[in-house]
T-cell receptor, first 113, second 112 residues
């Protein structure tokens, strides 16, 4: 069965500092990987996705993620955080041949002025 | 406007009552999903549907019923609500593989 672990439940970062959110997945075949962001009271919005090819993926809002097969990781990064990045972030994995996504528990990001 | 809409956005009910959460999408996506979001658990899949009249259980289906008579609608019913079903419920849709999910804004349900 596929699973996703986000080890950090909460992260606090200063505005302008860099941010890295960790995601580890367990899946037996080639995974499809996603990062979603959820602002308070809102639904989830796709930040970026990885299906194949270049392991460094660029997304919206200045985010990027790197797929590392050997470490079963898909960490999300942003070089300089803005106050509007305060939100909850979810990593998800799906099967190449399937349609369901399995989500991690989420990481809540707080941005200090 | 095109998109996926959920109703009601907020609902308070009592234990034992029947509750139906509605989900409507305008993209004609074949796949639709219901997730619940709880602190510490992230999003867990309740039910999903591959097309009209085709539904299947997800990770946590007990206590829920779904139907899909039309492609655009995917209602979720709690036949006899329990306090443990207090949660935020998200509906989502997608095209056939591969691809991302598109989410509604959620329905916050409180069962007293």
């Amino acid at each position: 069965a596929q699973s996703v672990t986000q080890p950090d439940i909460h992260i606090t970062v200063s505005e302008g500092a860099s941010l890295e959110l960790r995601c580890n997945y367990s899946y037996g075949a080639t995974p499809y990987l996603f990062w979603y962001v959820q602002s308070p009271g809102q639904g989830l919005q796709l930040l970026l996705k990885y299906f194949s090819g270049d392991t460094l993926v660029q997304g919206i809002k200045g985010f990027e993620a790197e797929f590392k097969r050997s470490q079963s990781s898909f960490n999300l990064r942003k070089p300089s955080v803005h106050w509007s990045d305060a939100a909850e972030y979810f990593c998800a994995v799906g099967a190449a041949a399937g349609n369901k996504l399995t989500f991690g528990g989420g990481t809540r990001v707080l941005v200090k002025p | 406007d095109a998109g996926i809409t959920q109703s009601p956005r907020y609902k308070i009910t009592e234990t034992g009552r029947q509750v139906t959460l509605m989900c409507h999408q305008t993209w004609s996506h074949s796949y639709m999903f219901w997730y619940r979001q709880d602190l510490g658990h992230g999003l867990r899949l309740i039910y999903y549907s591959a097309a009209a009249d085709i539904t299947d259980k997800g990770e946590v289906p007990d206590g829920y019923v779904v139907s899909r008579s039309k492609t655009e609608n995917f209602p979720l019913t709690l036949e006899s609500a329990t306090r443990s079903q207090t949660s935020v419920y998200f509906c989502a849709s997608k095209r056939p593989r591969p691809g991302e999910l598109f989410f509604g804004e959620g329905s916050r349900l409180t069962v007293l």
